[in-house]
């Protein structure tokens, strides 16, 4: 079984910061692109940020500048460091993981988390 953890959402003010972290644990051989989706209430889910296994990071444009995804492979967890929240960053986020397991040669699965609630409000 695989697993997939986020922490460290909450609320912040406008121009704060938060860092998101997703762990990923179980019979895990090699993880290769993580993500981080957003999903805000009556909207639809929507990719935030991306990273390789080779460290390769692509942003949604509204992000780019602010947000910057980063991962531990040694950890098997990724990050996204978010700064000058604005209000309409406010969503439930989520990680993605494209993940081989132990046994299953090369194929890779995605898995989800259960997602953290990111509130920016005065």
């Known amino acids: 079984q695989v697993q997939l953890v986020e922490s460290g959402g909450g609320l912040v003010q406008p121009g704060g910061s938060l860092r998101l972290s997703c762990a990923a644990s179980g019979t895990i051989a090699s993880i290769n692109a993580m993500g981080w989706y957003r999903q805000a209430p009556g909207k639809q889910r929507e990719l935030v940020a991306r990273i390789t296994s080779g460290g390769r990071t692509t942003y949604t444009d509204s992000v780019k500048g602010r947000f910057t995804i980063s991962r531990d492979n040694a950890k098997n967890t990724g990050y996204l460091q978010m700064n000058s929240l604005k209000p309409e960053d406010t969503a439930v986020y989520l990680c993605?993981?494209?993940?081989?397991?132990?046994?299953?040669?090369?194929?890779?699965?995605?898995?989800w988390g259960q997602g953290t609630q990111v509130t920016v409000s005065s």
């Open positions: 993605n993981a494209e993940i081989i397991r132990i046994g299953d040669g090369w194929r890779a699965y995605a898995y």
